[in-house]
């Protein structure tokens, strides 16, 4: 546990010295591996749509300023994905 703390102090002390870009783009690896994850991860039709219908819906609750707006994108987008997945099923 020691370890890992001394090497998040080191990792934040030199994050502070690194370019402003280079920081960014290192920061971003953060999401964009849980994406890459969470997208090799669906297997049926309702894991796509829900990542897809997410992947639209967040950045509009974000742009209103929506409270809780990760908690409504997994309720909304995971929901409407549901109903198609359902709608799918009952038509094939």
């Known amino acids: 546990m020691a370890a890992g703390e001394v090497g998040g102090a080191i990792g934040y002390s030199l994050a502070a010295s690194l370019p402003v870009l280079l920081t960014a783009a290192l920061l971003f690896l953060t999401p964009l591996s849980f994406l890459m994850s969470s997208a090799r991860n669906c297997l049926i039709l309702s894991d796509r749509l ?14 209103l300023q929506i409270g809780l707006d990760l908690m409504w994108t997994g309720l909304i987008a995971g929901s409407a994905a549901y109903g198609v997945h359902v709608v799918w099923r009952t038509l094939r």
């Open 50 to 63: 829900a990542l897809a219908f997410g992947l639209m819906v967040s950045p509009l609750l974000v742009y």
